[in-house]
């Protein structure tokens, strides 16, 4: 079955510097667009980043625009968020999310950035 499995959260000071991984398997992976999500408390879940199966068009919402890069290894089955220059407004639960149609989700990973 389709399996998502988010990791490298954890605190941070502002300013720093943390890449997520999101490990997949269940399906065939370089055939599908993967996204980024975040979900700060009480907030709805946002849309971060997305890259197409190739790699060839990423696009990134307008506050992380810049800080952070999507980036896939189709060989490890794995899609990275390298998010650079953090702020505490980047304090979230982080998943990763395919859509097969049918919407996938990890468990999610908690980023903190906090002085």
């Known amino acids: 079955q389709v399996q998502l499995a988010e990791s490298g959260g954890g605190l941070v000071q502002p300013g720093g510097s943390l890449r997520l991984s999101c490990a997949a398997s269940?399906?065939?992976?370089?055939?599908?667009?993967m996204r980024w999500y975040r979900q700060a408390p009480g907030k709805e879940r946002e849309l971060v980043a997305r890259?197409?199966?190739?790699?060839?068009?990423?696009n990134y919402a307008d506050s992380v625009k810049g800080r952070f890069t999507i980036s896939r290894d189709n060989a490890k089955n794995t899609v990275y968020l390298q998010m650079n220059s953090l702020k505490p407004e980047d304090t979230a639960v982080y998943y990763c999310?395919?859509?097969?149609?049918?919407?996938?989700w990890g468990q999610g990973t908690q980023v903190t950035v906090s002085s």
């Open positions: 999310n395919a859509l097969l149609p049918f919407a996938y």
């Open positions: 269940g399906f065939t992976f370089s055939d599908y667009v």
């Open positions: 890259i197409t199966g190739a790699s060839d068009s990423t």
